[in-house]
């Protein structure tokens, strides 16, 4: 913790906003609409955080595209029911559902950002509507409508939103329909935006309109409390060039979760789990706030997809890049060390992960831990994932990547089942028998260990719903992780996005927003942009009450 007792601050305004994601930039836009001076510092090089790279799409129940077919209790009573009583507060779910639908109408009457229901994305539960209640056949989801950023933003901020290497391709948002090829190439000469960055793009140009002064690769280090704890202030800088900011109103902390800080991972999570987020999101604030009291919940919880790694593209530290998949769909299987089928890769993604977690009594330890392993036949190589992909065939097959790179050791390729298994460490005996029972039933289309025909479809996944045997070789493998698009414990907040204390009620001064705030949908996934929606409502609930908040003498 950080003494302001000497009171010297190398610049104040109001309010310190902390990341660059949805809730960041609306908390920050909310304030300065109501008067405040307001500085925006973030991280990484790029603005945007987790939201640019997404979708851009937002769970918003009873929003004024559906409101005349939706209602309140029904929102309330699905959440609730898949919260199942682990919501770390739960008159936070009510709270999100009533404030929702106002704060997604004063983004589009305040920025340029255009919604539209995501047509064909209902809920995610609604193909069980008998089993989970108040689900409904039709979007709450609204996806951004694409927005010429280099035009609006001018080169230099367009080229800041970050880039996605994940939902491809950028330039088109969800919900518009297919667009033609000459549109498309148009977009991207012309610097459009789509999904997360038609989200981001607008609220970043309604700031810079609005004098906000928005500064990326400026990590905040510190918070600044006085002698009563409140937080006045923020350290920000790289080492060696650190900057003491006052805040006379408060600070918000809207960086991200924890995903990449394997230590809070490990710690809190429990196993480990593939992030398909910025390098940026390592529980900085978390971090910060802790040291200040601050309550934290639902630090167990995550935003779950699948990850596979692709076999020769890198990220930026050099490590493999991973993608979002969940199998390789019909004509591949997921098992676990130990041969054994354990998941189906066609279930709603933010269930995907959980398996991999399972305590078996009758062998205690964790039957399913991570690595688990997707295996497939001939027909899977050189799509998807794998688009890469050569077998170069012969007695000792092999795999070859682009100007014959050889393949990483958790990709592997073999002329049988049994051969296959001893590469992956399986015993042969029982992966041939989990492959043989498989195929035998999807050869008349069918699937009874986990084709749950009411609930496994194509609407978020691979297409799984088409069941076909595996078939012939070369057959392969390729490593399937547990991943997350985001942690979603964090900060608890109350309904004005206030900081809870340990020590006190509140944590006067300090406000909290998106994945660095204990998930107010109590960790659920109800529909398409359950992280997004959240982010944006609570950074909205943040900014109200800053607007609104007298300033401090600091």
């Given at each position: 913790?950080?003494?302001?007792?000497?009171?010297?601050?190398?610049?104040?305004?109001?309010v310190?906003?902390?990341?660059?994601?949805?809730?960041?930039?609306?908390?920050?836009?909310?304030?300065?609409?109501?008067?405040?001076?307001?500085?925006?510092?973030?991280?990484?090089?790029?603005?945007?955080?987790?939201?640019?790279?997404?979708?851009?799409?937002?769970?918003?129940?009873?929003?004024?595209?559906?409101?005349?077919?939706?209602?309140?209790?029904?929102?309330l009573?699905y959440?609730?029911?898949?919260?199942?009583?682990?919501?770390?507060?739960?008159?936070?779910?009510?709270?999100?559902?009533?404030?929702a639908p106002e704060?997604?109408?004063?983004l589009?009457?305040?920025?340029?950002?255009v919604?539209?229901?995501?047509?064909?994305?209902d809920?995610?539960?609604?193909?069980?509507?008998?089993?989970?209640?108040?689900?409904?056949?039709?979007?709450?989801?609204?996806?951004?409508?694409?927005?010429?950023?280099?035009?609006?933003?001018?080169?230099?901020?367009?080229?800041?939103?970050?880039?996605s290497?994940?939902?491809?391709?950028?330039?088109?948002?969800?919900?518009?329909?297919?667009?033609?090829d000459?549109?498309?190439?148009?977009?991207?000469?012309?610097?459009?935006?789509?999904?997360g960055?038609?989200?981001?793009?607008?609220?970043?140009?309604?700031?810079?309109?609005?004098?906000?002064?928005?500064?990326?690769?400026?990590?905040?280090?510190?918070?600044?409390?006085?002698d009563?704890?409140?937080?006045?202030g923020?350290?920000?800088?790289?080492?060696?060039?650190?900057?003491?900011v006052?805040a006379?109103?408060?600070?918000?902390?809207?960086?991200?979760?924890?995903?990449?800080?394997?230590?809070?991972?490990?710690?809190f999570?429990?196993?480990?789990?593939?992030?398909?987020?910025?390098?940026?999101?390592?529980?900085?604030?978390?971090?910060?706030?802790?040291k200040?009291?601050?309550?934290?919940?639902?630090?167990?919880?995550?935003f779950?997809?699948?990850?596979?790694?692709?076999?020769?593209?890198k990220?930026?530290?050099?490590?493999?890049m991973?993608?979002?998949?969940?199998?390789?769909?019909?004509?591949?299987?997921?098992?676990?060390?130990?041969?054994?089928?354990?998941?189906?890769?066609?279930?709603?993604?933010?269930?995907?992960s959980?398996p991999?977690?399972?305590?078996d009594?009758r062998?205690?330890?964790?039957?399913?831990k991570?690595p688990?392993?997707c295996?497939?036949?001939?027909?899977h190589?050189?799509k998807?994932?794998?688009?890469?992909?050569?077998?170069?065939?012969?007695?000792?097959?092999?795999?070859?990547?682009?100007?014959?790179?050889?393949?990483?050791?958790?990709?592997?390729v073999?002329?049988?089942?049994?051969?296959?298994a001893?590469?992956?460490?399986?015993?042969?005996?029982?992966?041939?028998?989990?492959?043989?029972?498989?195929?035998?039933?999807?050869?008349?289309?069918?699937?009874?260990?986990?084709?749950?025909?009411?609930?496994?479809?194509?609407?978020?996944?691979p297409?799984t719903?088409?069941?076909?045997?595996?078939?012939?070789?070369?057959?392969?493998a390729?490593?399937?992780?547990?991943?997350?698009?985001?942690?979603?414990?964090g900060?608890?907040?109350?309904?004005?996005?206030?900081?809870?204390?340990?020590?006190?009620?509140?944590?006067?001064?300090?406000?909290?927003?998106?994945?660095?705030?204990?998930?107010?949908?109590?960790?659920?996934?109800?529909?398409?942009?359950?992280?997004?929606?959240?982010s944006?409502?609570?950074?909205?609930?943040?900014?109200?009450h800053?607007?609104?908040?007298a300033?401090?003498?600091?």
């Amino acid at each position: 913790m950080s003494s302001s007792s000497d009171n010297r601050w190398d610049e104040v305004v109001d309010v310190v906003v902390v990341g660059s994601g949805a809730g960041a930039l609306t908390s920050a836009l909310v304030a300065r609409e109501g008067g405040a001076t307001v500085l925006v510092v973030e991280k990484a090089e790029y603005i945007g955080g987790t939201t640019a790279v997404s979708g851009g799409d937002m769970w918003i129940p009873n929003n004024h595209h559906v409101a005349d077919q939706d209602s309140r209790d029904e929102a309330l009573a699905y959440v609730t029911r898949l919260s199942d009583g682990r919501a770390a507060d739960p008159h936070m779910i009510e709270v999100y559902i009533d404030s929702a639908p106002e704060a997604l109408q004063y983004l589009e009457a305040h920025t340029e950002y255009v919604s539209k229901p995501h047509t064909g994305l209902d809920d995610y539960y609604s193909v069980v509507p008998g089993r989970i209640p108040g689900t409904k056949a039709f979007p709450r989801t609204c996806s951004a409508q694409p927005y010429p950023a280099r035009e609006r933003l001018g080169e230099k901020w367009a080229s800041l939103v970050h880039p996605s290497p994940w939902i491809e391709p950028q330039e088109v948002s969800y919900g518009e329909g297919s667009i033609t090829d000459e549109e498309l190439a148009r977009r991207k000469r012309d610097g459009w935006r789509g999904k997360g960055g038609a989200l981001i793009a607008p609220l970043l140009k309604a700031l810079l309109d609005r004098e906000v002064d928005v500064r990326p690769s400026t990590p905040a280090r510190q918070l600044v409390t006085d002698d009563s704890g409140a937080v006045i202030g923020v350290v920000v800088g790289e080492d060696g060039k650190e900057r003491r900011v006052g805040a006379r109103r408060g600070v918000v902390l809207a960086c991200g979760g924890f995903e990449w800080n394997p230590e809070m991972v490990k710690t809190f999570l429990g196993y480990d789990v593939q992030p398909v987020t910025p390098w940026a999101n390592t529980g900085d604030g978390h971090q910060m706030a802790m040291k200040v009291g601050a309550k934290l919940g639902g630090m167990t919880g995550f935003f779950s997809y699948g990850v596979m790694h692709d076999p020769w593209e890198k990220r930026p530290d050099g490590g493999p890049m991973p993608q979002m998949e969940m199998s390789l769909g019909s004509g591949s299987i997921i098992v676990n060390q130990h041969g054994r089928r354990f998941m189906h890769g066609g279930y709603t993604y933010n269930d995907f992960s959980h398996p991999f977690s399972h305590f078996d009594q009758r062998n205690p330890g964790f039957t399913n831990k991570a690595p688990g392993w997707c295996v497939f036949g001939v027909e899977h190589w050189g799509k998807g994932v794998l688009k890469d992909a050569r077998v170069v065939p012969g007695d000792q097959v092999r795999v070859e990547g682009p100007g014959g790179a050889p393949a990483p050791e958790w990709l592997v390729v073999a002329n049988t089942i049994g051969e296959l298994a001893e590469k992956i460490g399986v015993d042969p005996a029982v992966l041939e028998e989990t492959v043989s029972t498989y195929d035998k039933h999807a050869e008349k289309g069918e699937d009874p260990e986990w084709g749950d025909p009411a609930q496994v479809r194509k609407l978020t996944g691979p297409e799984t719903v088409d069941i076909h045997p595996i078939g012939e070789g070369p057959y392969g493998a390729i490593q399937q992780w547990p991943g997350t698009i985001g942690t979603n414990g964090g900060l608890r907040i109350d309904p004005d996005a206030r900081v809870l204390g340990n020590d006190q009620p509140i944590v006067d001064g300090l406000y909290a927003s998106g994945n660095t705030s204990a998930s107010v949908l109590g960790g659920t996934y109800p529909g398409g942009g359950s992280c997004v929606g959240p982010s944006m409502v609570t950074g909205y609930l943040a900014g109200r009450h800053l607007a609104a908040k007298a300033p401090r003498d600091i």
